[in-house]
């Protein structure tokens, strides 16, 4: 068809090459009509009595489009290496769509003021019934309603797993209930509570008619969306590096027993007559490893060189304890010195911080926003690191515009009233300014003085900000490097807080470091440096996470291309009609000038104006000031803008030149853009693959695969791969992680840390946590039917095995219902597996074993069991529990029927608990 269509050599067109070798390139939807005879359109999918809401100027919409569709056509037309199909062949006209509309009942909307005459309907708010999970009966408000309540109730989740959850919930309290599909099955059904799948966020009680509609929102607050929104973001820095996310077959793995292997995929075996899912590993010599699902927590991901690179160890060898031990001996002298810095600061007396809490209450509700479940215990952590009498040492890890700035400032806020100065560093003058106007935004209506100070000061206002300082009349202030030269001029300052710490050299560190002998430090940063993780493992500085974005964010679409005139007018078009604005970033100021011709000729509908470090600093203000109050469209800049600028309205960035630029600086950029609920748009232009080096296309390959909001870890993990540890970490530290992976040398530093602490020597040749070794002989996998995609099979059962807790495993059991159906058997009992394994881990229980006729359990050297629970246990009837020396319990009874046999094992776990008195 192509051949057929198009004039001309097809071998020269990249959009042909690319679909011959399988490649969808992005827009291979405009050639459809290519691939298949007829094509259809959205009416085609619509049900004959469909109801069709549309505007009153759809006409007029549809034409504007059309004529918009036509000029991209004259563009793209010319391009010989993307030739294009006609607009008619690609899209439906205007006509045709007001034709195929009319055979459908429509309704017209059009937008008009209302008359004075409102009318009040008969309804009423339900009143408060919460689910409490941290009290005995978490729905007795619930129960409360539904007694004192006469008439029916209609309860309405998110989806089907939710459903589930909910019924499971009130089906044990007796209830006249049961399932409906919705508000008309409702009606129709005689029981008096109905439980159903439908978006709604506030219930409603209608007196009139005697019915409650209650949302799931009343019963578990906000927790739902926002909680099982993180849990699939789960951007913890450890975890991510544990994750097997993104594992592709051929990529390393460390299994924490064997070694380095490289992962050749999931393999289906039946052993002893039950099939098992296991990850087939290969080694060295291709020699092969096959894990159980279910002993995933055994296996992370290999970071610590790139995947080529990575040693692979031999089965059967000792080259694995050797590299082990080598990095132990390494390790003790690293957690020695994290240690010596801990026990320095630990030996100083903090100062204890007070401050009126009506007041904080006051100021705190002058934040316009819902706080989001990370920042509200991020807010928490700091304040209590601020009135306890340790000087605080906090990193704040959060991605762009996840609000870390709220967070700076409600410690200010604390710090100001327990009587103190405080100290923002930021890396750039613009962020300066930019933290100078929302600190005295947010504290316009207290006593408080906010300065900044950087190059944008005169001589004289310096002199005086500092004989503010000085006398303590000025509370907070807020400077780039240059603040760092005034540190004698402080009267009494308590806090200092370190904004894009990645952006700070050694020099300026050991600057801060030498103010901070009792002074509290906040550390904020989108993507922590390493030598600040290795802190934060080893539990010398205390780290915060904010992963869960803001309310109606949405991620970054970004596109990575060459150079091309017709997408770039194309994207600041888009931007500039729907009212935004866009950020151009190029790198070199001596040719920015030749850009700007450019672009002036592409978009000569935009005005577009230049900033960048070299200029005045009045006349660069003046552009970023202009550009804030959206004076202009294009701003032409270098990265001066990479840090806390933010333009609500600028939602479009391009890159030129993407191959130059770091990872994290990338993500930076990027993050310049998407601050609010529109779309955000990133164009990452580079040249040919040819042309980059590997480290180039790796990096752009990374953020490019990564528009997750709140990817900013995971990119740091990324940059240990590509860099490689060494560049990272220092050599001292990068030839250990090369060897055993970052993920196992992060657990062991931590161990070092933990035992140097409690005074104890660090055994860290003792054997690592190996889990539990479980065998009920029964099938507990996700069958290849319910979930057929291999990759994300392996990632579900990592979660599975990662899930910390019984909530937890609930949660991806919702998870699971509403992406692939009611769980078989199979996949019931591996769920049901991990939630005994959890259980048992706590306990120091090694090994469970259960079949047909009984089985046994191991306990480890030092369990966690009550002693007098399992006397009593062997005493009270020894037919069927018989201890074989101290560490096994052997078990006799008819365990055939597998619900019994699961029942038998959860109810002996629990019997030998500790109980709490």
């Known amino acids: 068809s192509y051949r057929e269509r198009f004039e001309g050599q097809p071998g020269k067109s990249r959009v042909y090459r690319e679909v011959s070798e399988g490649i969808a390139h992005g827009g291979i939807e405009y050639y459809l009509p290519l691939f298949f005879d007829t094509t259809a359109s959205f009416a085609d999918y619509l049900p004959g009595n469909c109801v069709v809401l549309a505007p009153d100027s759809l006409?007029?919409?549809?034409?504007?489009?059309?004529?918009?569709?036509?000029?991209?056509?004259?563009?793209?037309?010319?391009?010989?290496?993307?030739?294009?199909?006609?607009?008619?062949?690609?899209?439906?006209?205007?006509?045709?769509?007001?034709?195929?509309?009319?055979?459908?009942?429509?309704?017209?909307?059009?937008?008009?003021?209302?008359?004075?005459?409102?009318?009040?309907?008969?309804?009423?708010?339900?009143?408060?019934?919460?689910?409490?999970?941290?009290?005995?009966?978490?729905?007795?408000?619930?129960?409360?309603?539904?007694?004192?309540?006469?008439?029916?109730?209609?309860?309405?989740?998110?989806?089907?797993?939710?459903?589930?959850?909910?019924?499971?919930?009130?089906?044990?309290?007796?209830?006249?209930?049961?399932?409906?599909?919705?508000?008309?099955?409702?009606?129709?059904?005689?029981?008096?509570?109905?439980?159903?799948?439908?978006?709604?966020?506030?219930?409603?009680?209608?007196?009139?008619?005697?019915?409650?509609?209650?949302?799931?929102?009343?019963?578990?607050?906000?927790?739902?969306?926002?909680?099982?929104?993180?849990?699939?973001?789960?951007?913890?820095?450890?975890?991510?590096?544990?994750?097997?996310?993104?594992?592709?077959?051929?990529?390393?793995?460390?299994?924490?027993?064997?070694?380095?292997?490289?992962?050749?995929?999931?393999?289906?075996?039946?052993?002893?007559?039950?099939?098992?899912?296991?990850?087939?590993?290969?080694y060295a010599d291709g020699d092969k490893l096959y894990v159980p699902v279910h002993a995933l927590e055994m296996i992370s991901r290999y970071t610590g060189a790139s995947p080529e690179n990575a040693p692979l160890h031999r089965l059967g060898s000792d080259q694995w304890e050797k590299a082990r031990k080598r990095a132990i001996k390494k390790i003790r002298d690293v957690a020695a010195e994290l240690l010596d810095i801990y026990a320095r600061r630990a030996a100083r007396p903090g100062h204890r911080f007070h401050w009126p809490e009506n007041e904080y209450r006051s100021f705190e509700s002058g934040f316009p926003f819902e706080l989001t479940e990370d920042q509200a215990h991020t807010i928490n952590d700091v304040l209590a690191d601020l009135a306890s009498d340790r000087p605080m040492?906090?990193?704040?890890?959060?991605?762009?515009?996840?609000?870390?700035?709220?967070?700076?400032?409600?410690?200010?806020?604390?710090?100001?009233?327990?009587?103190?100065?405080?100290?923002?560093?930021?890396?750039?003058?613009?962020?300066?300014?930019?933290?100078?106007?929302?600190?005295?935004?947010?504290?316009?209506?207290?006593?408080?003085?906010?300065?900044?100070?950087?190059?944008?000061?005169?001589?004289?206002?310096?002199?005086?900000?500092?004989?503010?300082?000085?006398?303590?009349?000025?509370?907070?202030?807020?400077?780039?490097?240059?603040?760092?030269?005034?540190?004698?001029?402080?009267?009494?300052?308590?806090?200092?807080?370190?904004?894009?710490?990645?952006?700070?050299?050694?020099?300026?560190?050991?600057?801060?470091?030498?103010?901070?002998?009792?002074?509290?430090?906040?550390t904020l940063t989108a993507t922590p440096i390493p030598r600040t993780l290795n802190m934060a493992f080893g539990g010398i500085r205390e780290m915060s996470l904010i992963t869960t974005p803001p309310a109606d964010r949405l991620a970054v679409k970004t596109f990575v291309s060459e150079w091309n005139d017709?997408?770039?007018?194309?994207?600041?078009?888009?931007?500039?009609?729907?009212?935004?604005?866009?950020?151009?970033?190029?790198?070199?100021?001596?040719?920015?000038?030749?850009?700007?011709?450019?672009?002036?000729?592409?978009?000569?509908?935009?005005?577009?104006?230049?900033?960048?470090?070299?200029?005045?600093?009045?006349?660069?203000?003046?552009?970023?000031?202009?550009?804030?109050?959206?004076?202009?469209?294009?701003?032409?800049?270098?990265?001066?803008?990479?840090?806390?600028?933010?333009?609500?309205?600028?939602?479009?960035?391009?890159?030129?030149?993407?191959?130059?630029f770091g990872l994290a600086q990338l993500h930076q950029l990027r993050g310049r853009v998407g601050r609010s609920h529109h779309r955000a748009f990133a164009y990452l232009f580079a040249p040919p693959k040819a042309l980059m080096t590997a480290d180039a296309i790796k990096r752009l390959e990374a953020i490019d695969s990564l528009e997750d909001l709140g990817a900013g870890f995971t990119l740091a993990t990324h940059d240990l791969e590509i860099r490689g540890a060494g560049e990272l970490l220092g050599e001292t530290q990068s030839g250990q992680i090369q060897e055993i992976g970052f993920s196992l040398y992060t657990e062991l530093l931590g161990r070092a840390v933990a035992s140097l602490k409690a005074g104890k020597e660090p055994d860290l040749d003792a054997p690592l946590d190996t889990g539990v070794d479980i065998n009920l002989h029964v099938a507990a996998l996700l069958p290849d039917d319910y979930v057929p995609d291999v990759h994300l099979r392996l990632m579900l059962y990592k979660r599975i095995s990662a899930a910390e807790n019984a909530e937890d495993l609930r949660e991806l059991q919702v998870e699971l219902i509403d992406r692939f159906g009611l769980l078989p058997s199979a996949t019931k009992n591996l769920v049901r597996i991990a939630a005994i394994k959890k259980s048992a881990r706590l306990l120091g229980v090694e090994k469970i074993d259960a079949a047909d006729k009984g089985g046994y359990l191991v306990f480890a050297a030092e369990s966690h069991i009550d002693p007098v629970a399992l006397v009593q246990l062997v005493q009270n009837d020894s037919r069927q529990f018989r201890l074989q020396g101290s560490h096994r319990l052997q078990i006799t009874a008819d365990l055939s029927d597998v619900e019994k046999r699961f029942r038998a094992v959860e109810n002996l776990l629990r019997e030998l608990a500790v109980k709490n008195s």
């Open 566 to 660: 017709v997408v770039i007018r194309e994207a600041c078009l888009r931007e500039i009609k729907r009212g935004g604005q866009v950020y151009f970033i190029h790198n070199r100021v001596e040719d920015i000038g030749r850009i700007e011709q450019q672009l002036q000729k592409l978009v000569p509908e935009a005005k577009i104006r230049i900033g960048h470090g070299q200029m005045r600093e009045r006349d660069l203000e003046q552009v970023m000031l202009d550009f804030y109050h959206r004076r202009f469209n294009i701003l032409l800049c270098t990265t001066i803008v990479e840090s806390g600028l933010d333009v609500p309205t600028a939602n479009t960035i391009i890159i030129n030149r993407a191959d130059r």
């Open 59 to 282: 006409d007029s919409l549809l034409q504007l489009f059309w004529d918009e569709a036509k000029e991209r056509y004259a563009m793209c037309s010319l391009d010989p290496e993307r030739p294009v199909l006609t607009v008619e062949e690609t899209f439906i006209s205007p006509e045709r769509i007001s034709s195929r509309l009319k055979a459908f009942s429509r309704i017209r909307y059009s937008a008009q003021s209302l008359s004075g005459n409102a009318i009040n309907y008969d309804t009423r708010l339900p009143p408060a019934m919460k689910i409490e999970s941290r009290y005995e009966d978490a729905a007795a408000a619930l129960a409360q309603f539904l007694q004192t309540f006469d008439g029916r109730v209609l309860f309405s989740t998110d989806s089907p797993g939710r459903r589930e959850q909910l019924h499971e919930l009130l089906a044990g309290r007796g209830l006249d209930l049961a399932r409906v599909d919705g508000w008309r099955q409702f009606r129709e059904d005689s029981h008096r509570i109905g439980v159903t799948i439908a978006p709604v966020d506030n219930g409603v009680l209608l007196p009139g008619a005697n019915v409650a509609i209650v949302s799931e929102q009343q019963l578990f607050g906000e927790r739902t969306k926002a909680h099982r929104r993180k849990r699939r973001n789960d951007r913890d820095p450890e975890t991510i590096i544990r994750q097997l996310n993104d594992l592709d077959a051929g990529s390393p793995v460390v299994h924490a027993e064997y070694g380095v292997g490289r992962y050749l995929g999931l393999i289906t075996l039946e052993v002893g007559g039950i099939k098992a899912e296991f990850l087939h590993l290969q």
């Open 393 to 522: 040492d906090r990193v704040v890890c959060g991605d762009v515009g996840f609000g870390k700035t709220e967070v700076a400032l409600r410690a200010t806020f604390a710090a100001i009233h327990g009587g103190k100065q405080v100290a923002v560093l930021v890396p750039t003058t613009l962020l300066a300014q930019q933290h100078g106007q929302t600190f005295r935004d947010r504290f316009a209506d207290w006593p408080i003085r906010v300065e900044v100070l950087s190059r944008f000061q005169t001589g004289k206002e310096v002199k005086e900000i500092v004989k503010g300082l000085q006398s303590g009349s000025v509370d907070v202030v807020i400077g780039t490097h240059r603040l760092l030269g005034h540190t004698k001029d402080f009267h009494d300052i308590g806090l200092i807080i370190v904004d894009e710490e990645h952006r700070f050299g050694v020099r300026h560190k050991e600057a801060i470091k030498s103010l901070r002998s009792d002074i509290d430090v906040l």
